[in-house]
Protein backbone atom coordinates (compact mmCIF):
# COMPACT_ATOMS: atom_id res chain seq x y z
CA UNK A 1 0.00 0.00 0.00
CA UNK A 2 1.40 3.83 -1.00
CA UNK A 3 0.63 5.81 2.15
CA UNK A 4 1.44 8.72 0.08
CA UNK A 5 3.16 12.19 0.30
CA UNK A 6 0.79 13.36 3.00
CA UNK A 7 2.54 11.12 5.22
CA UNK A 8 5.52 13.32 5.94
CA UNK A 9 6.76 12.65 9.21
CA UNK A 10 5.01 16.09 10.66
CA UNK A 11 4.03 16.42 14.02
CA UNK A 12 -0.07 16.10 13.43
CA UNK A 13 -2.89 17.71 15.08
CA UNK A 14 -6.12 15.76 15.86
CA UNK A 15 -8.37 17.60 13.48
CA UNK A 16 -11.96 14.98 14.79
CA UNK A 17 -12.10 12.60 16.94
CA UNK A 18 -15.45 9.94 17.43
CA UNK A 19 -15.96 7.65 20.36
CA UNK A 20 -18.40 5.35 20.25
CA UNK A 21 -20.39 6.26 17.85
CA UNK A 22 -23.59 4.37 17.60
CA UNK A 23 -27.06 5.22 14.78
CA UNK A 24 -30.07 3.15 15.03
CA UNK A 25 -32.58 3.25 12.83
CA UNK A 26 -36.39 2.23 13.13
CA UNK A 27 -38.64 1.13 15.97
CA UNK A 28 -39.56 -1.96 17.85
CA UNK A 29 -38.45 -5.25 15.30
CA UNK A 30 -37.85 -3.25 12.70
CA UNK A 31 -34.63 -1.53 14.43
CA UNK A 32 -31.37 -1.45 12.47
CA UNK A 33 -28.35 -0.63 13.93
CA UNK A 34 -26.36 0.93 11.89
CA UNK A 35 -23.02 2.13 13.31
CA UNK A 36 -22.28 0.13 16.39
CA UNK A 37 -19.34 1.68 18.18
CA UNK A 38 -17.62 3.57 15.51
CA UNK A 39 -14.28 5.10 16.79
CA UNK A 40 -12.19 7.37 13.95
CA UNK A 41 -9.33 9.67 14.86
CA UNK A 42 -8.15 12.27 11.96
CA UNK A 43 -5.21 13.97 12.13
CA UNK A 44 -4.64 18.13 9.94
CA UNK A 45 -2.95 17.19 6.70
CA UNK A 46 -4.13 13.46 6.62
CA UNK A 47 -6.53 11.78 3.53
CA UNK A 48 -8.09 9.02 4.61
CA UNK A 49 -9.79 6.39 2.70
CA UNK A 50 -13.17 4.67 3.96
CA UNK A 51 -14.17 1.60 1.66
CA UNK A 52 -16.70 -1.37 2.72
CA UNK A 53 -19.72 -2.80 0.93
CA UNK A 54 -22.77 -0.97 -0.03
CA UNK A 55 -24.96 -0.96 2.83
CA UNK A 56 -22.33 -1.21 5.42
CA UNK A 57 -23.22 2.38 7.05
CA UNK A 58 -20.43 4.56 5.80
CA UNK A 59 -22.63 7.32 4.07
CA UNK A 60 -24.66 7.23 7.97
CA UNK A 61 -21.02 7.56 9.43
CA UNK A 62 -20.29 10.27 6.80
CA UNK A 63 -23.29 12.33 7.63
CA UNK A 64 -22.64 12.16 11.42
CA UNK A 65 -19.35 13.33 10.92
CA UNK A 66 -20.74 16.28 8.79
CA UNK A 67 -23.09 17.07 11.21
CA UNK A 68 -25.63 16.75 9.36
CA UNK A 69 -27.08 13.76 11.30
CA UNK A 70 -27.08 13.10 15.09
CA UNK A 71 -25.74 9.96 16.28
CA UNK A 72 -27.93 8.21 18.88
CA UNK A 73 -25.06 7.91 21.41
CA UNK A 74 -21.33 8.23 21.62
CA UNK A 75 -19.60 11.62 21.78
CA UNK A 76 -17.42 13.74 18.60
CA UNK A 77 -15.04 16.26 18.98
CA UNK A 78 -14.06 18.41 16.35
CA UNK A 79 -10.59 20.38 17.48
CA UNK A 80 -10.95 20.73 20.73
CA UNK A 81 -14.72 21.46 20.96
CA UNK A 82 -17.26 18.52 22.08
CA UNK A 83 -20.13 18.41 19.47
CA UNK A 84 -23.51 19.61 21.09
CA UNK A 85 -26.93 18.67 20.64
CA UNK A 86 -28.28 22.04 19.55
CA UNK A 87 -29.23 22.20 15.55
CA UNK A 88 -28.18 25.91 15.79
CA UNK A 89 -24.61 25.33 17.17
CA UNK A 90 -23.70 22.51 14.93
CA UNK A 91 -25.09 24.63 12.04
CA UNK A 92 -22.51 27.14 12.46
CA UNK A 93 -19.64 24.96 13.83
CA UNK A 94 -20.37 23.03 10.24
CA UNK A 95 -20.40 26.13 8.34
CA UNK A 96 -16.63 27.51 9.27
CA UNK A 97 -15.24 24.17 10.02
CA UNK A 98 -16.90 21.23 7.75
CA UNK A 99 -16.69 21.15 3.63
CA UNK A 100 -18.89 18.31 2.25
CA UNK A 101 -18.66 16.96 -1.56
CA UNK A 102 -21.26 14.30 -2.75
CA UNK A 103 -21.51 11.78 -5.67
CA UNK A 104 -23.89 13.90 -7.46
CA UNK A 105 -22.57 17.64 -6.95
CA UNK A 106 -25.87 19.31 -5.73
CA UNK A 107 -25.17 22.39 -7.44
CA UNK A 108 -27.85 24.85 -7.39
CA UNK A 109 -29.34 25.15 -10.94
CA UNK A 110 -29.87 28.56 -11.48
CA UNK A 111 -26.62 30.13 -10.21
CA UNK A 112 -23.50 30.20 -12.20
CA UNK A 113 -20.68 28.48 -10.96
CA UNK A 114 -18.81 31.34 -9.34
CA UNK A 115 -22.48 31.93 -7.36
CA UNK A 116 -22.33 27.94 -6.36
CA UNK A 117 -18.88 28.85 -4.37
CA UNK A 118 -20.24 32.26 -3.15
CA UNK A 119 -23.19 31.24 -1.75
CA UNK A 120 -21.59 29.82 1.36
CA UNK A 121 -19.78 33.24 2.26
CA UNK A 122 -22.39 35.14 1.75
CA UNK A 123 -24.42 32.53 4.39
CA UNK A 124 -21.79 33.24 6.55
CA UNK A 125 -21.48 36.62 6.44
CA UNK A 126 -19.02 37.62 4.16
CA UNK A 127 -19.76 40.59 1.68
CA UNK A 128 -20.99 40.38 -1.80
CA UNK A 129 -17.46 41.23 -3.26
CA UNK A 130 -15.18 39.54 -1.15
CA UNK A 131 -17.22 36.33 -1.72
CA UNK A 132 -16.72 37.14 -5.66
CA UNK A 133 -13.27 37.63 -5.43
CA UNK A 134 -12.56 34.54 -3.21
CA UNK A 135 -14.80 32.17 -5.64
CA UNK A 136 -12.92 33.17 -8.61
CA UNK A 137 -9.61 32.24 -6.93
CA UNK A 138 -11.13 29.38 -5.87
CA UNK A 139 -12.71 27.90 -9.49
CA UNK A 140 -9.08 29.10 -10.50
CA UNK A 141 -7.51 26.37 -8.12
CA UNK A 142 -9.86 23.63 -9.47
CA UNK A 143 -8.85 24.49 -13.19
CA UNK A 144 -12.20 26.98 -14.12
CA UNK A 145 -11.07 30.03 -14.26
CA UNK A 146 -12.75 30.72 -17.49
CA UNK A 147 -16.12 28.85 -16.24
CA UNK A 148 -17.77 31.02 -13.47
CA UNK A 149 -20.45 32.48 -15.41
CA UNK A 150 -21.18 29.09 -16.33
CA UNK A 151 -24.49 26.93 -14.95
CA UNK A 152 -24.15 23.52 -13.76
CA UNK A 153 -26.05 22.05 -17.00
CA UNK A 154 -23.56 24.10 -18.83
CA UNK A 155 -20.64 22.04 -17.86
CA UNK A 156 -19.38 18.14 -17.95
CA UNK A 157 -19.91 15.86 -15.15
CA UNK A 158 -15.90 16.35 -14.08
CA UNK A 159 -16.16 19.98 -14.06
CA UNK A 160 -19.85 20.11 -11.99
CA UNK A 161 -17.47 18.22 -9.67
CA UNK A 162 -15.18 20.70 -9.19
CA UNK A 163 -17.00 23.38 -8.58
CA UNK A 164 -18.66 21.32 -5.99
CA UNK A 165 -15.19 21.12 -4.41
CA UNK A 166 -14.67 24.62 -5.17
CA UNK A 167 -17.82 25.51 -2.74
CA UNK A 168 -16.81 23.09 0.18
CA UNK A 169 -13.53 24.67 0.24
CA UNK A 170 -15.52 28.16 0.45
CA UNK A 171 -15.34 29.22 3.73
CA UNK A 172 -11.75 27.29 4.68
CA UNK A 173 -12.37 25.03 6.36
CA UNK A 174 -9.89 22.15 7.73
CA UNK A 175 -11.95 19.20 7.26
CA UNK A 176 -13.86 18.15 3.98
CA UNK A 177 -15.83 15.20 4.28
CA UNK A 178 -16.22 13.39 0.70
CA UNK A 179 -19.12 10.81 -0.22
CA UNK A 180 -18.24 8.47 -2.88
CA UNK A 181 -16.66 12.02 -4.65
CA UNK A 182 -15.88 9.99 -8.06
CA UNK A 183 -18.68 7.11 -7.86
CA UNK A 184 -20.37 9.48 -10.59
CA UNK A 185 -17.93 9.67 -12.79
CA UNK A 186 -16.10 8.53 -15.39
CA UNK A 187 -12.66 6.74 -14.66
CA UNK A 188 -10.62 9.37 -16.34
CA UNK A 189 -12.43 12.14 -14.33
CA UNK A 190 -12.50 9.69 -11.57
CA UNK A 191 -8.26 10.19 -11.72
CA UNK A 192 -8.54 13.93 -12.21
CA UNK A 193 -10.86 14.67 -9.17
CA UNK A 194 -8.72 12.58 -6.96
CA UNK A 195 -5.73 14.36 -7.85
CA UNK A 196 -7.33 17.22 -7.01
CA UNK A 197 -8.44 16.32 -3.66
CA UNK A 198 -4.96 14.88 -2.93
CA UNK A 199 -3.15 18.24 -4.19
CA UNK A 200 -6.02 20.10 -2.07
CA UNK A 201 -4.90 17.78 0.83
CA UNK A 202 -0.67 18.27 0.47
CA UNK A 203 -0.78 22.01 -0.39
CA UNK A 204 -2.79 23.66 2.17
CA UNK A 205 -2.96 20.70 4.71
CA UNK A 206 -6.76 20.17 4.81
CA UNK A 207 -7.75 16.90 6.40
CA UNK A 208 -10.29 15.09 3.69
CA UNK A 209 -12.37 12.08 4.76
CA UNK A 210 -13.57 10.14 1.68
CA UNK A 211 -15.56 7.14 1.61
CA UNK A 212 -15.01 5.46 -2.20
CA UNK A 213 -15.46 1.75 -3.71
CA UNK A 214 -12.48 2.54 -5.35
CA UNK A 215 -9.32 0.54 -4.17
CA UNK A 216 -7.08 1.96 -6.55
CA UNK A 217 -7.34 5.34 -5.64
CA UNK A 218 -7.68 4.30 -1.98
CA UNK A 219 -3.71 3.01 -2.46
CA UNK A 220 -2.72 6.51 -2.98
CA UNK A 221 -4.18 7.70 0.70
CA UNK A 222 -2.07 8.31 3.61
CA UNK A 223 -4.26 5.76 5.36
CA UNK A 224 -7.01 3.13 4.80
CA UNK A 225 -10.40 1.91 7.25
CA UNK A 226 -12.52 -0.34 6.53
CA UNK A 227 -16.75 -0.48 7.62
CA UNK A 228 -18.39 -3.66 7.91
CA UNK A 229 -21.53 -4.22 9.70
CA UNK A 230 -21.39 -1.01 11.71
CA UNK A 231 -17.67 -1.03 12.44
CA UNK A 232 -14.85 -0.02 11.60
CA UNK A 233 -11.32 -1.24 11.83
CA UNK A 234 -7.73 -0.88 9.81
CA UNK A 235 -7.47 -2.36 6.19
CA UNK A 236 -5.01 -3.64 4.33
CA UNK A 237 -5.60 -2.97 0.90
CA UNK A 238 -3.94 -6.35 -1.16
Known sequence: MNNGAVNDGAVHNTILRLNNIRKTYGKGDTRLEVLRGVNVELQAGEMVALVGPSGS?????????????????????IGDKKIGKSDASRTLLRRSTIGVVYQFHHLLPEFSAAENVMLPQIIAGVSRRAAATRAALLLEQVGLANRGHHRPAELSGGE???????????????????????GNLDQANAVKIFALLREICLQQRITIFMATHNQDLARQCTRVIEMREGIVKPFLLL
Do not use: C, F, Y
Open 57 to 77: GKSTLLHIMALLDHPDAGEMV
Open 160 to 182: QQRVAIARALANAPPLLVADEPT
